[in-house]
């Protein structure tokens, strides 16, 4: 099994190198770039924002404190959604939140390195 996943890297990787590097196609790896110019913006900060809103921040909902996360997971997605897609809601709206930061950063051209 880690073999065959192993095998399916490469060769995922490799058609990647050649439909970019070869062929030419990068309209579709903006998003790719755009968070590979900031990846410890993005590392660091998701992961002091996801720590902040799991345990530090916390809110009055329905006469409770409980997290900010659980807040916003409550009433955006779990309100409208089943649990499994509520989870996924919220992981995406996470990641397409940073990519937003990221953009800004992006266009003015700003890039932390290390």
């Known amino acids: 099994y880690v073999v065959f996943c192993a095998g399916m890297a490469a060769v995922a990787i490799a058609t990647i190198m050649w439909v970019v590097d070869v062929q030419n196609v990068r309209g579709w790896t903006k998003p790719f770039v755009i968070y590979g110019m900031n990846p410890m ?27 900010l996360e659980a807040a916003i997971y409550q009433s955006m997605f779990a309100s409208w959604l089943d649990p499994v897609n509520a989870s996924l809601a919220f992981a995406v709206t996470f990641v397409l939140f940073w990519f937003v930061i990221l953009s800004v950063l992006y266009q003015k051209k700003i890039f932390f390195k290390v």
């Not at 913006?41 to 006469?63: E, K, L």
């Open 41 to 67: 913006v993005a590392f660091v900060g998701s992961g002091v924002m996801a720590r902040c809103i799991y345990s530090i921040f916390t809110v009055n909902y329905d006469g409770k404190k409980i997290p």
